[in-house]
């Protein structure tokens, strides 16, 4: 308690006293004298107040004060407050301390001022002060400054938290958490900004477009972190190549960008996508086993004078990017491609496909050509093949070649798949109908549809639903669907197809694929050498022993052979000789539409064909009699 003597103004003696945080005057306020009254509320104010002279050294100092810096006012009276507060890196020397004064026109007494400051026992705090200058009317000399002083350290140790989880937030939204590269939404700032727009106003401006090589294998072979080591790895392979002004983004799962900001030419560009594919192929150590990832790289550069939104802009370059990328894939994947007016043209006729395609699906503008399947020994015909065509409105009758490519990269197989299974099964009821009970059916099936696992259930509901019995349908498969689905996989959806009584056959054996490897590891009833293979056999001997070898084996193995292609009688009458049973081609007939089947079954219900076949030294499958119901090994698909 701090007590003062006072004169009441009535002249009585009175009493003030005061303690922290209360003070009291006894006899009233009015008692209190204009001396002791601005005394007793600075001794007692929560901020600390120093009185200052012109030169910076302390007159006084409140309690307050001394408490916060630890430093009584006997000790600092006389002295710059910076010999004792400031920071070691920040004090300053003699010759300043002399040299030093307020300016009364400073900036100092117009706004708050922070500083870090040091306590007398070593303690940092941020110090918020404000300084007054005091005008006393005499000389400079006696001019003194108020310094009001308060500890914020505890407000500024939230608001750097605060401003740190800002900026956390803001790195979030802008970045891809996995490899801390830019997103989307970085990528859309990037392009905004001034040096961007310059570069691409200039056109010098690069965009490689990036895709991992069979990413989801790694990720359902190796595991998702083995995957997210792999995206790290690219990124950090990306980062060291980018340059000063580049922008590396990840954009989706397994893609990436790099915007190149002064690139001017081609061969600069794909420069920096050949050293991006060196560091990619980099060996990552992944647990006990090495992986080498794979990229394909799109690549596309500012062109046009001037440039234009069109040419130049930052999307159009990336679209124009994505489509070399696409390119690059169909080329083979691991390499890098450019962007042309002429690849841009194709890309844009394959998107008009597609959503031709789309329209097609709706209005049922598919239909099938179904192309006889001979039987040589017999002359007879004893199945069709289902060949889907599209009756397009203004382009006419394309054959699958010409939309499968565009409908499988706008994901519409499954639905042209199930589209030409119904027509399929449609028409074999319309010819059993018609009295041709004994033929049979094949249907090709692709690697989307055979990698449903309702695929083989619907067939035989469709099956039912039409009264067709399973063995007269014949699933053919491709060597190159079989082998991306993988041989676990591809064999259980043969065993599905199989235990429903339909026949599975090999499609375009013989093209390298698989060859004979899948004969031993998959029960199937048969298998179709493919065209390239027939088309050698009157000019290629070694073409020849290895078909009659393909033959003997799945003869033995007790499966049929269908040759596909055949087009001349030589073929055929090589063919014979090597006792393949059944063959296809426009040697025998070309596709036809339903309509013109059965008048064509029934002129040639059997080929007079000018062939010598080889005596039968060994068992060797026989056509089925007409009308006879139809058991597994029997010579018809």
């Known amino acids: 308690m701090t007590q003062w003597q006072t004169r009441r103004d009535d002249g009585r003696a009175g009493e003030c006293a005061g303690g ?6 006894s006899g009233g306020p009015s008692a209190a004298t204009d001396a ?3 005394r007793l509320i600075l001794d007692h104010a929560r901020d600390g107040i120093a009185l200052l002279d012109i030169r910076g050294r302390v007159l006084w100092m409140n309690p307050a004060l001394e408490r916060m810096l630890g430093w009584p006012l006997d000790l600092m009276r006389g002295r710059n407050p910076a010999e004792f507060i400031n920071l070691p890196e920040n004090r300053p020397g003699p010759a300043e301390l002399a040299k030093f004064r307020y300016l009364p026109g400073s900036s100092l007494f117009q706004q708050f001022r922070v500083t870090r400051h040091m306590r007398r026992d070593g303690t940092r705090f941020w110090n918020q002060q404000s300084h007054a200058l005091i005008d006393t009317g005499r000389q400079d000399a006696q001019k003194m400054v108020v310094v009001t002083c308060r500890d914020i350290t505890d407000q500024v140790r939230v608001q750097t938290a605060l401003e740190r989880m800002k900026d956390d937030l803001e790195h979030a939204a802008y970045h891809d958490d996995l490899t801390g590269l830019g997103n989307r939404k970085k990528l859309s700032q990037y392009l905004g900004s001034a040096p961007v727009r310059a570069s691409i106003g200039t056109g010098r401006v690069g965009v490689l477009q990036l895709d991992l090589d069979k990413f989801k294998q790694i990720n359902d072979t190796l595991g998702h972190a083995a995957g997210d080591a792999v995206l790290r790895h690219i990124a950090r392979a990306l980062g060291a190549t980018a340059q000063q002004g580049d922008l590396v ?24 996508a050949k050293a991006i594919l060196r560091a990619s192929r980099a060996p990552l150590a992944w647990k006990d086993q090495t992986i080498t990832p794979g990229i394909s790289i799109g690549a596309s550069l500012c062109r046009g004078t001037p440039p234009t939104p069109e040419t130049c802009g930052g999307e159009a370059l990336i679209a124009q990017a994505d489509q070399a990328l696409y390119a690059a894939k169909e080329e083979g994947r691991g390499r890098a491609f450019f962007y042309t007016p002429e690849l841009g043209a194709r890309y844009r006729a394959e998107r008009q496909l597609a959503r031709d395609l789309a329209t097609a699906i709706e209005q049922g ?3 099938v050509h179904l192309q006889p399947i001979l039987h040589l020994r017999s002359g007879r015909v004893t199945g069709c093949e289902a060949l889907l065509r599209w009756q397009h409105p203004t382009r006419g009758l394309l054959a699958p070649p010409e939309f499968l490519g565009a409908a499988a990269q706008a994901q519409l197989l499954p639905q042209i798949d199930y589209l030409a299974m119904n027509a399929s099964l449609d028409a074999l009821v319309s010819l ?19 990698a449903d696992a309702d695929y083989p259930a619907l067939l035989n509901w469709a099956m039912q639903s039409r009264g067709l019995p399973p063995g007269c349908i014949s699933i053919e498969i491709l060597e190159t ?23 599975v056959a090999l499609d375009d054996f013989g093209t390298g694929h698989a060859g004979l490897a899948h004969l031993s590891t998959v029960e199937l009833d048969a298998i179709k050498l493919d065209r390239s293979m027939v088309g050698r056999l009157e000019t290629d001997g070694r073409t020849r022993v290895i078909a009659r070898a393909i033959i003997r084996l799945c003869r033995m193995l007790g499966m049929e052979v269908v040759a596909e292609g055949v087009e001349t009688q030589a073929q055929i009458d090589i063919l014979g000789r090597a006792r393949c049973p059944l063959v296809q081609g426009y040697g025998v007939a070309r596709p036809m539409p339903l309509a013109e089947l059965p008048q064509w079954l029934l002129e040639n219900k059997a080929f007079s064909l000018p062939v010598t076949l080889p005596p039968r030294d060994e068992p060797s499958p026989a056509a089925p009699p007409a009308g006879r119901a139809r058991r597994r090994g029997d010579n018809s698909i």
Request: aromatic letters at 6%; a positive charge.
């Open 365 to 367: 503008q598919f239909i």
């Open 20 to 25: 922290r945080g209360a003070a009291s005057l």
């Open 481 to 503: 669907s079989f082998m991306n689905r993988g041989a676990p996989d591809g064999c259980d959806a043969i065993a599905r197809l199989r235990r429903l009584g339909a026949r």
């Open 36 to 38: 002791v009254l601005p």
């Open 432 to 450: 059993r109908d018609q009295g041709f009970d004994d033929l049979c059916l094949s249907l090709n099936v692709s690697s989307a549809i055979l």
């Open 249 to 272: 983004c990840r954009t989706g799962g397994d893609e990436f960008l790099l915007i190149c900001c002064d690139v001017g030419s081609k061969a600069a560009l794909m420069s920096r």
